[in-house]
């Protein structure tokens, strides 16, 4: 069974201060994904990484892919308040069809 | 692009009732279609994996005669819990895959089921 552990569990930082967070596994994924979810919606594909080593800017959030394939880091550059929600990543084993398996979840929280 | 609905985003019935939701791809073609359940502060649990014209596949631990899952087309697949319970009460996700690069999955909104 493959598992996807996510680090911190919970994070409640000030604005303006940055933030890692990782997600770790033992297998190897062809792919991996992060989403973010708010409260009460579905989660929001935020970015898609394929390539060991691949790294990934999309405004303040940077996404890296470690060079196993195994692991993938999200840091976020000053945090803001629009930045709270549920950060999920999900890894597929294989390209096309394939079900993802999904990190425990990250929750952010940013203080004004 | 990649737009996934659902319907109903909310809905309340009484035990032992049943309750059909609804997803569809609105501007791609979703060879498969994928239904979780949610829990409170937790991450997503697959349940079953559609693809369309074929029986779903269930996750172990799932029953596939309480959660009827239909694809009919390429553009829509129906969860139906059937016989609801209030342990059943849960948010239901969809999400359909072939609407990008590396077939990513695409979310619903989710549907938050209350059985009384």
Redesign the interface.
Known sequence: TQLLEQSPQFLSIQEGENLTVYCNSSSVFS?L?W?RQEP??????LV?V?TGGEVKKLKRLTFQFGDARKDSSLHITAAQPGDTGLY?C?G?SN??????T????T?LTIIP | GAVVSQHPSRVICKSGTSVKIECRSLDFQATTMFWYRQFPKQSLMLMATSNEGSKATYEQGVEKDKFLINHASLTLSTLTVTSAHPEDSSFYICSASGGGSYNEQFFGPGTRLTVL
């Not at chain 1, 009460?40 to 594909?45: A, S």
């Not at chain 1, 999904?102 to 979840?105: K, N, P, Q, R, V």
């Open positions: 792919s994904q989403y009460g919606e579905g989660p929001v594909l898609t394929v999920l999900a597929a390209f096309g069809n394939e079900k993802l999904f990190g425990t979840g929750r």
